[in-house]
């Protein structure tokens, strides 16, 4: 069975960057489209980005447009996801997802981004 393992995460300064990692491991890609999702405390779930298993199609919430990029590594089980001028309303755990709702979840990571 599949496990997504997440790593990076942290605190860091309004305008910093960050980037999380998430490795697929168990077996080989899935075909399933990944995609990242946070959740702030008290709120719902927010859906981040996802991207195509062909590591193409990426896909932005409009909170994190034009600052987070996703992607796949080249032969590599993993996504990453590139957070870049960071806010502090991007504080959250982040967590990664592959086949959706009903899918496989990371353990999830937290980023905490001071003012």
């Known amino acids: 069975q599949v496990q997504l393992v997440q790593s990076g995460g942290g605190m860091v300064q309004a305008g910093g960057s960050l980037r999380l990692s998430c490795a697929a491991s168990?077996?080989?890609?899935?075909?399933?489209?990944m995609a990242w999702y946070r959740q702030a405390p008290g709120k719902q779930r927010e859906f981040v980005a996802s991207?195509?298993?062909?590591?193409?199609?990426?896909r932005y919430g409009d909170s994190v447009k034009g600052r987070f990029t996703m992607s796949r590594g080249n032969g590599e089980n993993t996504v990453y996801l590139q957070m870049m001028n960071l806010k502090p309303e991007d504080t959250g755990t982040y967590y990664c997802?592959?086949?959706?709702?009903?899918?496989?979840w990371g353990q999830g990571t937290q980023v905490t981004v001071s003012s």
């Open positions: 997802n592959e086949g959706g709702t009903f899918g496989t």
């Open positions: 168990g077996r080989t890609w899935s075909g399933y489209d």
């Open positions: 991207i195509y298993w062909s590591g193409t199609g990426a």
